[in-house]
């Protein structure tokens, strides 16, 4: 069955970098684009950017861009977003989510969410 | 790119109809019908309820439709249920592979 497992909460400095994992299993890595999402405590879903698995790819929300860098290991279906700089606003629950690169088919199946608290 | 205007709140009796608005712009939401629904219980993934504006995912009910017109887009919940209760999400394709996500909408069983 198609999964997307995420890597664990984190704890960060401001300043720090943090490097969060979604690992893709149950369907063909290169046939979906991969998105990544987050939520701030009480507030709405962000989109942050997105990766093409198969050319490696990306395009971002112009509030992140040359912040996040999203990369992909083809060889293990995992697909890694970097975020840097932290600040405490970037505490956050942060999703990674997957679209059909060939049909409209988007967010279909969500990562389960990896906290990331900024805290001095 | 700003956010997709929805309401903060909506209510609902069991049963009843209830419809969420998420107004874009004519970069977003009134260029591409590329619209999709999310229901959001807390602590759980988003789960994906409309895409393309109107299409269903299999195993989504037929009591969740979708629709468009210009600038904004719609989802409507028919025959209204507890389990319906959840924050909902409207997202628009918004050109060059971008995407942006509405405010949100908390949605309330009476």
């Known amino acids: 069955q198609v999964q997307l497992v995420q890597s664990g909460a984190e704890v960060k400095k401001p300043g720090a970098s943090v490097k969060v994992s979604c690992k893709a299993s149950?369907?063909?890595?290169?046939?979906?684009?991969i998105h990544w999402v987050r939520q701030a405590p009480g507030q709405g879903l962000e989109w942050m950017g997105l990766i093409n698995p198969s050319g490696g790819s990306s395009t971002f929300a112009q509030k992140f861009q040359g912040r996040v860098t999203l990369t992909r290991d083809t060889s293990t279906s995992v697909v890694y977003m970097e975020l840097s700089s932290l600040r405490s606003d970037d505490t956050a629950v942060y999703y990674c989510a997957r679209e059909a690169v060939d049909t409209t088919l988007v967010h279909d199946y969500w990562g389960q969410g990896t906290l990331i608290t900024v805290s001095s | 790119q700003s956010a997709l205007t929805q309401p903060a709140s909506v209510s609902g009796s069991p049963g009843q109809s209830i419809t969420i608005s998420c107004t874009g712009t004519s970069s977003d939401v009134g260029n591409y019908n590329l619209v999709s629904w999310y229901q959001h219980h807390p602590d759980k993934a988003p789960k994906l309820m409309i895409y393309?504006?109107?299409k269903r995912p299999s195993g989504v009910s037929a009591r969740f439709s979708g629709s468009k017109s210009g600038n904004t887009a719609s989802l409507t919940i028919s025959g209204l249920q507890a389990e319906d209760e959840a924050d909902y999400y409207c997202?628009?394709?918004?050109?060059?592979?971008?995407?942006?996500f509405g405010t949100g909408t908390k949605v309330t069983v009476l």
């Open positions: 149950g369907y063909t890595f290169s046939n979906y684009f």
């Open positions: 997202c628009s394709y918004a050109r060059s592979s971008t995407y942006v």
């Open positions: 393309e504006v109107t």
